[in-house]
């Protein structure tokens, strides 16, 4: 039985690693979902140039004018003995030859927590953490369900799902636009895309809940879910393998790698990924958004008054407040801005931070709504570039277009309660907005 009382099936494929793989995902997406939970702060930061963490409550609270200070102050890449090492490099330059680099960078482990990256590498998500040569077979096998043209027919649904969150608050005057609106879309689209039952979303979601909430501070309820899942996907896999359905698990039964079907495990990786790259990535980008909305009362008037600005806002939002930090293994000595870079230890890779250095980008440091080159990564660069851009950049723009037709004027009540997740993913988990 599960925690809603729900018979489960019984483990269909065996795994080793459901422990490690459950603190692997609480790191990765941070340290709440939904509710703010507390979790005892790391300890102090002497120098951030020679001793960062980047799980610290200060970087999650403004991580933006600790890099500004390392990009311009002469600490081009910055190193911690904190996580059996890690280096930070903050210039665009820097970051876009690491993202480029395959032959001294491995992805094996994109994850930096204080477990070792021997212990975090051996869960794979191919091919977030596969390396060439690899690495394109497990990506081409993905790429046609993203594709524009895939994408196009999610985008009536996702209106759907976003008018059928805002029929919830729309009249109240005021709601949570993370917790009520933001966390819900990509959950929502995700779920529809892989098949998964309507009446079992609740259990998902509950999943979430425990894994990414609970789980951090109790590995056995970490455990306990993740085998729980483990269980629920193996059992659907089976389900479609025998009677095929129009979703993406079908489509992963049917596509081959390296000219073989893929094995459950692998489907159960990729599956994985899609829940876990594709939820509180989007789910922060549509959250900043609607949060710098209610405090840029000129911006939001521009999206209520003309449609044909929200392309342009959409890049805009995502440079600015872009939401990931990826991270590589160092596998081969090299120098990067006069720093030798040790192998074995760890590199973070803060596309953000990328973003807005101005000696890549002009005014990169100013929010423009109306920027027109816009050549920003936060959705990586190089052969990892985000494989679900074409949706996630369909997500926000919706979530934005839906919100403002329904509520063209809103505030933020209280900057104060704004708070930020932590980790890899940066996105506000508390927007509380009034109009
Ligand atoms: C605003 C939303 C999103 C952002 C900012 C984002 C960002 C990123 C970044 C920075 C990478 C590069 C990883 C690396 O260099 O190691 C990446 C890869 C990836 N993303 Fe996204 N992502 C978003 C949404 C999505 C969605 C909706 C999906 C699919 C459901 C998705 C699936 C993937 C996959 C599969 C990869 C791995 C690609 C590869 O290794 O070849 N992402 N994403």
Same mark, same amino acid.
């Given at each position: 039985?599960?925690? =809603? ?17 459950? !603190? ?21 930061? +002497?120098?951030? +140039? ?26 081009? @890449?910055?190193? /911690?003995?904190r996580f059996h090492g890690v ?7 820097? &970051? ?20 070792p990256a ?77 098949? &998964? ?8 979601? $509950? ?7 609970? %789980? ?8 306990? @879910? ?22 993406? @698990? ?8 390296? %000219? ?13 990924? =899609?829940?876990?790259? %594709? ?15 209610? $405090? ?31 991270? !590589?293994?160092? /596998? ?13 230890e760890r ?10 250095? /101005? +000696? ?8 423009? &709504?109306?920027?027109?080159?816009? !050549? ?6 190089? &052969? ?15 979530? =934005?277009? +839906? ?29 509380? =907005? !009034?109009?």
């Open positions: 039985m599960n925690s =809603l009382g729900k018979q489960l099936p019984e483990q269909s494929i065996e795994c080793s690693d459901y422990a490690l793989f459950g !603190r692997w995902l609480t790191e990765w997406v941070g340290d709440t979902w939904g509710q703010v939970v507390e979790i005892p702060n790391r300890p102090d930061v +002497e120098d951030w +140039e020679t001793d960062f963490d980047h799980l610290h409550n200060d970087y999650s609270a403004d991580p933006y004018s600790i890099w500004k200070d390392m990009r311009e102050g002469g600490c081009p @890449v910055a190193h /911690t003995e280096y930070l490099p903050t210039r665009h330059e820097d &970051i876009s030859a690491i993202a480029h680099d395959t032959e001294h960078f491995s992805s094996k482990a994109v994850v930096i927590n204080d477990l021997a212990d975090i590498g051996t869960f794979r998500m191919p091919p977030i953490t596969s390396d060439p040569p690899d690495h394109q077979d497990h990506r081409r096998a993905l790429l046609p369900a993203f594709s524009p043209k895939a994408i196009e027919k999610w985008v009536p649904i996702t209106r759907g799902i976003c008018n059928e969150l805002l029929d919830q608050f729309a009249d109240n005057g005021y709601c949570d636009a993370s917790a009520d609106y933001a966390q819900h879309i990509p959950v929502k689209v995700i779920a529809r895309m892989i098949g &998964i039952p309507e009446e079992d979303g609740d259990l998902f979601r $509950q999943w979430i809940h425990d894994l990414l909430e609970v %789980g951090p501070s109790d590995l056995n309820i970490s455990q306990q @879910v993740t085998s729980e899942v483990f269980a629920y996907f193996g059992e659907y896999l089976k389900e479609r393998r025998a009677a095929p359905g129009d979703d993406i @698990v079908t489509y992963l039964i049917e596509t081959e790698v390296d %000219g073989a079907p893929m094995d459950d495990r692998q489907i159960l990786g990729g599956l994985f990924l =899609l829940l876990f790259a %594709g939820i509180d990535t989007t789910w922060s980008s549509i959250g900043s958004s609607l949060l710098h909305l209610g $405090q840029n009362a000129g911006d939001r008037m521009r999206l209520a008054t003309d449609d044909s600005a929200f392309d342009a806002a959409v890049e805009e939002f995502l440079r600015f407040y872009s939401p990931v930090t990826m991270s !590589r293994v160092i /596998t081969e000595e090299v120098e990067i801005s006069g720093t030798t870079l040790c192998p074995g590199i973070l890779l803060p596309f953000p931070s990328a973003n807005r250095d /101005t +000696e890549f980008m002009e005014d990169a440091e100013t929010f423009k &709504i109306d920027r027109e080159v816009n !050549r920003h990564s936060a959705f990586g660069l190089g &052969i990892h570039r985000c494989l679900g851009s074409n949706l996630a950049r369909m997500e926000i723009k919706v979530a =934005l277009e +839906e919100w403002v037709r329904r509520i063209p004027e809103f505030e933020l009540t209280d900057p104060n309660l704004v708070s930020w997740s932590g980790g890899q993913v940066r996105g506000p988990r508390n927007i509380p =907005l !009034r109009w």
